[in-house]
């Protein structure tokens, strides 16, 4: 007979005893059952003791908590949070500088939960270990612990960041500014200095002051503390005011920020980690981000200066060498040379550039391919010019239209998403990385108007096989704008087409009725095929990061399924791991006849915690959740839509109900193509024997009863 649901078996340990092996009451006060644990071991005062996990963070245990105790749970009986907290609070204000260091070593791991971090900050703890820093008395170890414990304390949201006094923010600054500090210190200064400058809108400016760009780019040479300046660097540039932000981006460009990223960061003797590669994302979008004032601006007719922009495109183009006299009778064809430019407008091309966006960077665009790649331009335009007028390529038109397509693709205007890892290393090789892109991009789609014997009627065709032809390059990450061409190069119409053809096989080609029953067939070994991947992935596990914490790189979790597929065992981790983890090292498990259900997205209950948050659009499509005995839930955020795939059909083949992710699908449709062309070739080469003629019927009682196996 299966134990009540309420009643959990464990282990409590107490240093010097035998442990107490009991049967927790889940519906018993915690006060009671922690009475009855000291007197089994004869201690008095029972409300100075209380209950902490013996693995992983050991994190005390409270009434809201103790839903989270499993079978087998190893406890601990442990002072008080509250007693713990004054006890520490007393070693770290003692004279004695050993003890203190180990106070504040233990005060580093305790912080972190949040339990004892609210009992000794309303101890005013903060504030002591604010005046620490201060005082400029802590070096080395000592002041390490105490930046730790301070900033673990503060990331429990309890205190808000605009307390912090402007001496402490000096003396963090102090320690980023000073030449020779231990790496340790720089690394949580800087981790300080990110949370003041994303927590407060004071502090930002506050820290602005202290800190700049400058010293932040001195400090990326060091593999250790890169991802935190990196980080800084974000947050200052986020959120910095607007007018702040173009004349940041020219100090970063002086001090050739993105020279230094790539030759000592993507360039650099180390693989590239999650929280590195979500930084580069971070600031690959802040960039481009400076672009969006520009799409959303519309072009001013009466503006003479803008105008001169459109009269420089045509002399470029048309007059070779600039013409002072502007005769009238050249002006009189002007109109001429602007329909030659493709404008759609050609009479007043002012109008092509009043929608928005793409707006004004529509017009930059072309004015920097007319002026850095003069003869590009000119054999674009001249090279329509001369086609018959239906085959003509319209340059004005194209341009502006490519330029709207590559701000969709690059999210031009979106703040970046929490999780997200999708950086492009080419676009840190150029200082006019965006320009140049649009240069390669307008070269493609004439190249491809081209292969396709377009005419104007066939223009938006033209721009989706130029999309596809971009987002299959970007997919690939070429590492600089040569290999895009390459990349490029390799993905001509004909290629496209051909791409086409073979993803929509399995959909247009296999549509007779023999092939469907064929089909029929296959699926159900290839679906069983793809289950037992999927749960061979499981048993490999995977790494997650903790949702909700501002430094991912230090809270990660993994998850694997037993190879027995029974129990599905996790635990925390203190970095992202390089393979796989060994069952001994995840703490926690959950049996897989408890699981009751698989849920995603917003239906996850950490997502609806979460909805408010601006950035969790696509968090929101990664998440999932796994509801298990009696009423409890272990929430996921996975890497990667792959991933995310890839748990949630396994988990559904793991409880016996069907796999329906886009990637399940995909792989479905390409495994049954690939093995009924192999069964069809088969059947090419069978030898059929001499027959008597068959009997006509008609066409649609044809029947096909090959054996296939």
């Given at each position: 007979?299966?134990?009540?649901?309420?009643?959990?078996?464990?282990?409590?340990?107490?240093?010097?005893?035998?442990?107490?092996?009991?049967?927790?009451?889940?519906?018993?006060?915690?006060?009671?059952?922690?009475?009855?644990?000291?007197?089994?071991?004869?201690?008095?005062?029972?409300?100075?003791?209380?209950?902490?996990?013996?693995?992983?963070?050991?994190?005390?245990?409270?009434?809201?908590?103790?839903?989270?105790?499993?079978?087998?749970?190893?406890?601990?009986?442990?002072?008080?949070?509250?007693?713990?907290?004054?006890?520490?609070?007393?070693?770290?204000?003692?004279?004695?500088?050993?003890?203190?260091?180990?106070?504040?070593?233990?005060?580093?791991?305790?912080?972190?939960?949040?339990?004892?971090?609210?009992?000794?900050i309303n101890m005013e703890g903060i504030g002591t270990l604010a005046q620490l820093v201060e005082s400029g008395t802590h070096f080395g170890e000592m002041l390490a612990f105490t930046l730790t414990a301070f900033l673990e304390l503060m990331d429990h949201g309890i205190?808000?960041?605009?307390?912090?006094?402007?001496?402490?923010?000096k003396q963090i600054a102090g320690y980023v500014n000073q030449p020779m500090v231990d790496v340790s210190i720089l690394q949580r200064s800087l981790a300080i200095l990110e949370s003041m400058v994303l927590n407060s809108h004071s502090l930002y400016h506050r820290v602005?002051?202290?800190?700049?760009?400058?010293?932040?780019?001195?400090?990326?040479?060091?593999?250790?503390?890169?991802?935190?300046?990196?980080?800084?660097?974000?947050?200052?540039?986020?959120?910095?005011?607007?007018?702040?932000?173009?004349?940041?981006?020219?100090?970063?460009?002086?001090?050739?920020?993105?020279s230094i990223i790539l030759n000592h960061v993507i360039r650099g003797n180390r693989p590239i980690k999650a929280e590195m590669a979500h930084q580069l994302y971070v600031l690959q979008v802040l960039t481009f981000n400076l672009l969006e004032e520009r799409m959303m601006?519309?072009?001013?007719?009466?503006?003479?200066?803008?105008?001169?922009?459109?009269?420089?495109?045509?002399?470029?183009?048309?007059?070779?060498?600039?013409?002072?006299?502007?005769?009238?009778?050249?002006?009189?064809?002007?109109?001429?040379?602007?329909?030659?430019?493709?404008?759609?407008?050609?009479?007043?091309?002012?109008?092509?550039?009043?929608?928005?966006?793409?707006?004004?960077?529509?017009?930059?665009?072309?004015?920097?391919?007319?002026?850095?790649?003069?003869?590009?331009?000119?054999?674009?335009?001249?090279?329509?010019?001369?086609?018959?007028?239906?085959?003509?390529?319209?340059?004005?038109?194209?341009?502006?239209?490519?330029?709207?397509?590559?701000?969709?693709?690059?999210?031009?205007?979106?703040?970046?998403?929490?999780?997200?890892?999708?950086?492009?290393?080419?676009?840190?090789?150029?200082?006019?990385?965006?320009?140049?892109?649009?240069?390669?991009?307008?070269?493609?789609?004439?190249?491809?108007?081209?292969?396709?014997?377009?005419?104007?009627?066939?223009?938006?065709?033209?721009?989706?096989?130029?999309?596809?032809?971009?987002?299959?390059?970007?997919?690939?990450?070429?590492?600089?704008?040569?290999?895009?061409?390459?990349?490029?190069?390799?993905?001509?119409?004909?290629?496209?087409?051909?791409?086409?053809?073979?993803?929509?096989?399995?959909?247009?080609?296999?549509?007779?009725?023999?092939?469907?029953?064929?089909?029929?067939?296959?699926?159900?070994?290839?679906?069983?095929?793809?289950?037992?991947?999927?749960?061979?992935?499981?048993?490999?596990?995977?790494?997650?990061?903790?949702?909700?914490?501002?430094?991912?790189?230090?809270?990660?979790?993994?998850?694997?399924?037993?190879?027995?597929?029974?129990?599905?065992?996790?635990?925390?981790?203190?970095?992202?791991?390089?393979?796989?983890?060994?069952?001994?090292?995840?703490?926690?498990?959950?049996?897989?006849?408890?699981?009751?259900?698989?849920?995603?997205?917003?239906?996850?209950?950490?997502?609806?915690?979460?909805?408010?948050?601006?950035?969790?659009?696509?968090?929101?499509?990664?998440?999932?959740?796994?509801?298990?005995?009696?009423?409890?839930?272990?929430?996921?955020?996975?890497?990667?839509?792959?991933?995310?795939?890839?748990?949630?059909?396994?988990?559904?083949?793991?409880?016996?109900?069907?796999?329906?992710?886009?990637?399940?699908?995909?792989?479905?449709?390409?495994?049954?193509?690939?093995?009924?062309?192999?069964?069809?070739?088969?059947?090419?080469?069978?030898?059929?024997?001499?027959?008597?003629?068959?009997?006509?019927?008609?066409?649609?009682?044809?029947?096909?009863?090959?054996?296939?196996?």
């Amino acid at each position: 007979m299966p134990p009540p649901v309420d009643i959990v078996k464990v282990a409590i340990e107490w240093p010097g005893a035998n442990a107490q092996l009991i049967e927790m009451d889940q519906k018993r006060a915690l006060s009671s059952i922690i009475r009855e644990v000291c007197d089994g071991w004869s201690l008095s005062g029972s409300e100075q003791f209380a209950l902490r996990y013996a693995d992983g963070p050991q994190l005390y245990i409270t009434e809201q908590s103790r839903g989270e105790i499993k079978n087998g749970t190893i406890l601990r009986l442990a002072i008080s949070p509250g007693r713990a907290a004054r006890q520490l609070l007393e070693r770290v204000q003692s004279h004695g500088i050993d003890a203190r260091l180990e106070a504040l070593k233990e005060l580093a791991k305790l912080s972190a939960d949040p339990t004892f971090a609210a009992e000794f900050i309303n101890m005013e703890g903060i504030g002591t270990l604010a005046q620490l820093v201060e005082s400029g008395t802590h070096f080395g170890e000592m002041l390490a612990f105490t930046l730790t414990a301070f900033l673990e304390l503060m990331d429990h949201g309890i205190v808000s960041w605009d307390l912090i006094s402007l001496s402490f923010i000096k003396q963090i600054a102090g320690y980023v500014n000073q030449p020779m500090v231990d790496v340790s210190i720089l690394q949580r200064s800087l981790a300080i200095l990110e949370s003041m400058v994303l927590n407060s809108h004071s502090l930002y400016h506050r820290v602005a002051q202290e800190i700049t760009v400058g010293q932040l780019i001195g400090h990326l040479s060091n593999q250790e503390i890169q991802t935190y300046a990196i980080a800084l660097i974000n947050a200052l540039f986020l959120k910095a005011p607007e007018d702040r932000r173009q004349e940041m981006a020219s100090t970063l460009a002086q001090k050739h920020l993105r020279s230094i990223i790539l030759n000592h960061v993507i360039r650099g003797n180390r693989p590239i980690k999650a929280e590195m590669a979500h930084q580069l994302y971070v600031l690959q979008v802040l960039t481009f981000n400076l672009l969006e004032e520009r799409m959303m601006t519309k072009m001013d007719q009466n503006d003479q200066t803008q105008r001169d922009v459109i009269f420089e495109l045509r002399r470029i183009a048309f007059d070779g060498e600039n013409d002072p006299t502007g005769t009238e009778k050249r002006k009189a064809m002007y109109s001429k040379d602007y329909k030659m430019l493709g404008f759609t407008n050609h009479v007043n091309p002012a109008l092509d550039f009043t929608q928005t966006p793409p707006g004004m960077l529509a017009l930059d665009n072309m004015l920097y391919l007319a002026k850095v790649h003069q003869d590009t331009y000119i054999r674009i335009v001249l090279e329509n010019s001369s086609r018959e007028d239906k085959h003509e390529c319209p340059f004005g038109r194209c341009a502006i239209e490519l330029t709207r397509m590559l701000c969709e693709i690059l999210q031009v205007g979106e703040l970046p998403n929490e999780g997200c890892n999708d950086y492009h290393p080419m676009f840190f090789t150029h200082d006019r990385a965006w320009e140049e892109f649009f240069c390669v991009c307008i070269q493609l789609l004439n190249k491809t108007w081209k292969e396709m014997r377009a005419t104007a009627e066939d223009f938006n065709k033209v721009m989706q096989v130029v999309r596809e032809q971009i987002t299959r390059a970007l997919a690939m990450k070429p590492s600089s704008l040569d290999q895009l061409k390459n990349k490029l190069r390799g993905l001509n119409y004909s290629e496209i087409l051909r791409l086409r053809q073979s993803e929509r096989m399995s959909q247009d080609d296999f549509q007779s009725p023999p092939i469907i029953e064929l089909r029929e067939r296959i699926q159900p070994e290839i679906l069983e095929l793809i289950k037992q991947q999927r749960l061979n992935r499981l048993c490999e596990g995977s790494c997650f990061r903790k949702l909700g914490n501002r430094r991912r790189q230090e809270k990660f979790w993994f998850c694997r399924l037993s190879l027995n597929h029974k129990m599905l065992h996790y635990g925390d981790l203190d970095e992202s791991p390089q393979g796989e983890v060994p069952f001994e090292l995840l703490s926690d498990k959950i049996p897989v006849s408890d699981i009751k259900s698989v849920v995603t997205g917003k239906d996850c209950p950490h997502m609806k915690e979460k909805s408010a948050l601006k950035q969790n659009k696509e968090v929101l499509e990664l998440a999932f959740s796994v509801l298990y005995d009696p009423d409890e839930t272990l929430n996921f955020v996975a890497p990667n839509k792959y991933e995310y795939c890839i748990w949630t059909d396994g988990l559904c083949a793991l409880l016996g109900r069907e796999m329906g992710s886009d990637v399940t699908r995909s792989d479905l449709d390409t495994l049954i193509s690939m093995e009924m062309k192999l069964r069809l070739l088969d059947l090419e080469n069978i030898t059929i024997p001499e027959a008597p003629p068959p009997v006509p019927k008609e066409p649609s009682s044809y029947n096909f009863n090959y054996n296939y196996s």
